[in-house]
């Protein structure tokens, strides 16, 4: 006999922390900070006869470069991230490398300083073996993790 209780899953995103503030790779007019969240897929199954409760969790690190002010320090950018409750880093997920293309990476392509295939292979979703993964239709899928202040959510665009 089953209780009443239901299976509960949840996301938890850890506080955003600052890995470093270095000089931005393309801009002279700004610093780049790299960001790290933690995020927790946690999935809990109720008591039943013959087992106890069960949780399980599924962590996953996601990061991002965000463009700072030139003469921002940790701290300074520490103290603004504190400001901002429901900031985030959400993710993109796509068969369609456009989709996760910024306006910067747009504007190198364009003018030639960079090529497609180069971001392509750095968005391309990996198997923990290193192996790319495709969807149903066996397209590459790309991933791409953006900060958002407002909590933006994840968005898939898959099956296109």
Request: net charge positive; hydrophobic share 30%.
């Amino acid at each position: 006999m089953y209780k009443e209780d239901k299976v509960v899953k949840s996301i938890i995103f850890s506080q955003i922390k600052i890995d470093h503030i270095k000089d931005h790779k393309f801009k002279d007019n700004c610093l780049s900070a790299q960001l790290r969240q933690i995020v927790t897929r946690r999935t809990v199954y109720p008591a039943r006869i013959n087992y106890s409760r069960r949780e399980f969790n599924n962590l996953s690190t996601r990061v991002c470069w965000v463009d700072v002010p030139l003469d921002t320090d940790y701290k300074e950018l520490e103290s603004r991230l504190s400001k901002l409750p429901n900031a985030k880093i959400y993710q993109i997920v796509t068969t369609d490398i456009e989709d996760i293309l910024t306006t910067g990476q747009r504007y190198f392509i364009d003018s030639g300083e960079l090529l497609l295939e180069d971001i392509e292979e750095k968005k391309l979703l990996k198997d923990r073996l290193g192996n790319a993964k495709f969807d149903y239709k066996n397209k590459q899928i790309y991933r791409a993790c953006f900060f958002s202040s407002e909590g933006e959510q994840d968005i898939y665009n898959l099956n296109k």
